[in-house]
């Protein structure tokens, strides 16, 4: 027997995926799908890809999924060796179809096609800047001010443009640029987000925001992207530079561990779905719990509830079975559609619940909307009792590094201690994992950004990013 229910989603958004593909023998176009297709769990608003093939660059982009954007009519046309492809969550700008990537200008040096994962924090003292020099801008995406300061950008090469501009740029920022006849790829000096790049099967190579996407298209060989380091891709030559010295302590995202990127994603060294396990591990030592069974709010959650599972010799099984044909959970950006939108449906294993002590493994809880219901649903199925295990810290800070958490106000750890929330989601007892065990878990005393759980920003945040609440704190250097 099963309880049926739908929820609306409340986790942090995702950024976006990017790509990047020099197949001197094949049509980069069809590789850029499919990787695109792979990273599709970063972004469903809009996917692009943008090919060039010696002479001009050419775009086809558009709202949706990649499948839905690139039916075999708009892809065919799509020829060349290289290729760069976006699948996009909006973060800074609106959800039009104006902010879709990637972005393709025309410039002096000819055409010019960029897409990008993050955000950038000083966007607005650099969109004035461009309007005050007679730039027309035509979306409210950073991007596009990426993609003009690129073109007005000095210098002999894109490589020198690039590296001329790019320390100006503040936040995260994991970039591929296409011109008529190579591929650039550079991440931000911190390393917020991930970026890396392997070996096509027979030429070329291909970059992408995950190891999975290169994986689907056969890739090996596959190196991230240092901080602050271009490639320069043409045909089967690749070339690296460091462009900006790497900022310490780096500030890769938690976050891509705790719950964004694909469990088979490989960053930073680590597995993430083994790093999901060990933060499970941590979290029973931190927060065990007396209890008959351990359930995962899935997917994300699983790994880690096999680690908690295992570390108390409780028995691991499935408390609720997702509608996995409703995709990942966060297609709608703004509040307003989130709250129209059932994002989410879950139904529950009542055989598994009933008259039993549940600890129910999330990720994160962010606003804090969906996990009391979830509650509700484990007693209905019959729970004596519902605790609740969070593999991450209690989210009390907005990111704005390019995943959409919420503003202050939204976020219920910045309202609500932990026995607060506690009462307000209806649980027997609530334990999150601590910065320090979150850590001990990944195997890294620092190089992370945990900003969102300690409002400790590793870059300075633009005030006029921030909320009222911020600006009176004054919690932001
Ligand atoms: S603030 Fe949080 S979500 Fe944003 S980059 Fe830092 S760790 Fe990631």
């Known amino acids: 027997m099963s309880d049926n229910f739908t929820l609306s989603d409340d986790r942090p958004s995702e950024e976006c995926g990017v790509v990047a593909i020099s197949a001197p023998d094949q049509v980069a176009s069809k590789l850029a799908f499919f990787a695109a297709y792979a990273l599709q769990h970063r972004g469903q608003e809009a996917a692009g890809i943008a090919v060039a093939d010696g002479r001009a660059v050419r775009l086809h982009k558009g709202q949706g999924l990649v499948s839905q954007v690139f039916k075999p009519s708009k892809l065919d046309p799509l020829v060349g060796p290289y290729a760069i492809a976006h699948t996009r969550y909006s973060t800074t700008g609106s959800n039009s179809e104006r902010n879709v990537q990637p972005y393709v200008v025309e410039t002096l040096e000819g055409p010019l096609g960029l897409a990008h994962n993050g955000n950038l924090v000083n966007a607005d003292d650099l969109r004035n800047e461009l309007l005050e020099n007679g730039a027309g801008l035509q979306s409210s995406s950073d991007s596009e001010v990426l993609a003009l300061m690129l073109a007005g950008a000095e210098g002999k090469s894109w490589e020198e443009r690039l590296a001329k501009v790019m320390p100006r740029w503040t936040g995260a920022v994991s970039l591929v640029v296409i011109t008529s006849n190579k591929i650039l790829a550079a991440r931000d000096p911190w390393g917020f987000r991930p970026l890396i790049y392997g070996k096509l099967p027979t030429a070329g190579w291909a970059v992408a925001s995950e190891t999975g996407a290169l994986e689907t298209i056969g890739c090996t060989d596959m190196t991230e992207v240092k901080p602050g380091e271009l490639l320069v891709i043409e045909g ?29 994603a490989v960053w930073d060294d680590l597995s993430v779905h083994t790093a999901r396990q060990s933060l499970g591990e941590e979290l029973a030592r931190e927060h065990p719990a007396e209890a008959d069974v351990v359930i995962p709010v899935p997917d994300s959650s699983t790994p880690a509830a096999i680690g908690y599972a295992r570390v108390l010799g409780v028995p691991y099984n499935e408390g609720f079975v997702k509608n996995r044909y409703i995709g990942r959970t966060f297609i709608e950006p703004t509040d307003e559609l989130r709250k129209q939108g059932v994002a989410l449906k879950f139904n529950t294993l009542s055989e598994n619940l009933k008259g039993k002590r549940v600890v129910m493994v999330d990720d994160s809880i962010v606003r804090g909307t969906t996990s009391g219901q979830l509650v509700d649903l484990v007693r209905a199925a019959g729970a004596v009792e519902v605790h609740m295990r ?88």
Not at 452 to 474: A, E, I, M
Request: hydrophobic share 35%; with cysteine.
């Open 390 to 477: 969070v593999t991450c810290p209690p989210i009390a800070h907005p990111c704005f590094f390019g995943v959409d958490m919420g503003s202050y106000e939204e976020l219920i750890a910045n309202k609500l201690g932990v026995p607060e929330i506690n009462d307000h989601i209806g649980t027997d007892s609530l334990g999150f994992l601590s910065v320090e065990r979150m850590m001990k878990a990944l195997g890294r005393d620092d190089g992370y950004c945990n900003a969102c759980f300690t409002g400790s920003y590793p870059v300075p945040v633009q005030l006029n990013l921030l909320t009222t609440k911020q600006r009176f704190d004054g919690v932001i250097e």
């Open 236 to 264: 089967n030559d690749l070339r690296r530079h460091q462009i900006i010295e790497t900022k310490e302590p780096q500030a890769r995202c938690t976050f891509e561990h705790i719950y964004f990127a694909r469990p088979d």
